[in-house]
């Protein structure tokens, strides 16, 4: 069963945008301006040197795709010592440095470089950062020559057994934030409205894969972290494409099964804590969902009110995890395998939660974190990473 908790609120909240909190809608622009303008104006300056890359400029040989065609293979997958030239087989956690991961990394720096090229131009309006990102969007969603193919048949492969994967769908976590940026652009007129069509009917392509292939259904129906990424992907496609049944789908979804599946009543991820892994993929959950809240969310569909009769909700989860992100040595089991001291950083759940909430103690301790990871496996998971897209 589900309840809304705090009715009163929600009626307050249906004559003001979702997330006004504490500051008010310019107030928590100008927070996350004031917060992040030095760094992103430096990296934008960096980026505005580098030319777009696209999938097309690597391929694999263990590939059943063709040049235009995303490619990578699963992460914990390794020979077996027992049999060299078998299919590999699986450790948890143990990241395979050997696996194909150039089209991740290439997809992961556009995403990164258009992002932040686009978040310089909100801040300074200088036009030069939003042409600089445009040409990295017209590379890979409309030059014929280079552009992706929108699906993601050939995403997390496995040699000796599987040419790809549902769960592959995860790496189009980066293709989230250009979606935000795409629309921003095209609603300052800088984005040719041609060309945004054309970008798009791309997305559309992409969320029917994603709602109609086998490996779309495949990781939708996932109960842990892939399925709270696959709803917060649609949901951004969905926004993006003015799709509103796939767009009510998710809200439903989150109420039905993200929540009742993935979050226990103490506000953990049982699942994540079975990992070998379980901070990392704890606080990648909880960024997953908040997102998923933020995306969804107007005055009459408030997903941060949703609670469910366990007490299972955002506000749970966050006040679980929010004193491991405070003191990560207060953490209950034992250090992740890989990547520990990788973590926290400036969460966007402490940020879109606080602001839900009016949660003064979150947004503060946003403001102290550094503002990204420092490797590529952390990059990897951590796809959000200029809130001033998302806010107003």
């Known amino acids: ?153 050939y995403a997390q492969a496995i040699k000796g ?72 992907q649609a949901a951004e496609f969905a926004r993006l494409t003015e799709n509103q049944k796939i767009t009510e789908f998710c809200r439903n979804r989150y109420k039905t099964v993200l929540l009742p599946n993935q979050m226990a009543e103490n506000g953990s991820f049982p699942m994540e804590l079975e990992r070998t892994k379980p901070y990392g993929y704890s606080l990648f959950n909880i960024d997953a969902m908040a997102m998923v809240c933020h995306i969804l969310s107007t005055p009459q569909h408030n997903l941060w009110e949703v609670q469910l009769s366990g007490g299972q909700g955002m506000e749970e989860g966050m006040s679980f995890i929010f004193p491991y992100i405070k003191d990560k040595s207060r953490w209950i089991l034992k250090p992740d395998v890989m990547y520990w001291d990788q973590w926290p950083v400036r969460h966007p759940s402490l940020l879109f939660a606080g602001m839900a909430y009016d949660e003064q103690k979150w947004i503060d301790l946003w403001k102290t974190l550094d503002p990204l990871p420092e490797t590529e496996e952390g990059m990897r998971n951590f796809p959000i990473r200029q809130p001033i897209l998302w806010v107003n």
């Not at 990781?219 to 917060?232: A, F, I, L, P, Y």
């Open 1 to 153: 069963m589900i309840k809304l908790k705090n009715l009163l609120v929600i009626v307050v909240l249906i004559s003001i945008p979702i997330a006004c909190d504490i500051y008010g809608s310019s107030g928590i622009r100008q927070l996350v301006a004031e917060q992040d303008k030095d760094w992103v104006l430096s990296k934008a300056d960096e980026f505005l040197q580098q030319e777009p890359v696209t999938v097309t400029a690597y391929s694999c040989e263990r590939s059943e795709g063709g040049l235009h065609d995303f490619y990578s293979e699963g992460d914990y997958w390794w020979p077996d010592p027992d049999n060299p030239d078998g299919p590999y087989i699986r450790r948890d956690g143990r990241t395979n440095p050997d696996n194909f991961t150039a089209h991740r990394k290439v997809m992961r720096s556009m995403s990164m470089q258009v992002a932040t090229l686009t978040a310089a131009y909100k801040m300074t309006g200088e036009e030069k950062y939003a042409e600089h990102a445009i040409k990295h969007l017209h590379a890979w969603f409309i030059d014929e020559d280079t552009r992706m193919s929108p699906h993601m048949k």
């Open 161 to 232: 057994r599987v040419p790809g994967r549902g769960v592959g769908l995860i790496d189009g976590i980066h293709l989230v934030e250009p979606a935000r940026a795409i629309s921003y652009l095209a609603g300052q007129d800088i984005l040719d409205p041609d060309e945004f069509e054309i970008i798009r009917t791309w997305f559309s392509y992409f969320l029917s894969f994603m709602t109609t292939h086998e490996y779309g259904i495949d990781e939708r129906d996932r109960k842990n972290n892939h399925g709270t990424c696959w709803v917060m």
